[in-house]
């Protein structure tokens, strides 16, 4: 009897642990991918900022121009390319390449600044375990791949867009102004 008692209590033990470390695991990825995009988001501001020949090409709805002082592409689990947008009033409708392994809803990160929109579309990961989206990562042998559909989200500002350059914080690169 006591040894039962043994037993159980350590295979209590032993769910608590994973539990608890699948919790702490999430919340530290939730955390560290927070960070990530406010210190890109930061990175981006300030290359735009010291380039004014690039910020006014891509004032003019020019998309595809970078300025010289970005060279990388944010890299991370989730991260969504922009493709386009298109302004309307207070509002700005972006056009994005979703990934195909994330089924969860996408969300944005945008930060305005004098002249100047930059934007990050990325998966609107919880820090909640999920055993489904684990489940499909596991399963999946050909790993995360961006599909060729395309996706929209409207974002509401508090003012026009006007003539400000939008960009895509992931690659740094200005948006194409769609009619």
Known sequence: MLKK???FGFLMFLVLLIVGGWFGYQAYIHGTNTV???QRQLQ???AWQTDPAAMKLAAKG???VTPSGINDTMRSNGVATVDSFR???KRLTITYTPITCNNQPYTYDIKRS???ITLLIYVDASWWPDPVGLWNRVSSSGGCAAESRQATLTISLDSGVGADAVVDAASGTSLARQP
């Open 5 to 7: 008692f043994f037993f």
């Open 36 to 38: 990530a995009i406010q």
């Open 44 to 46: 981006v501001i300030a």
């Open 62 to 64: 020019k998309g595809g």
């Open 87 to 89: 302004a309307g009033g």
């Open 114 to 116: 004098p002249g100047l």
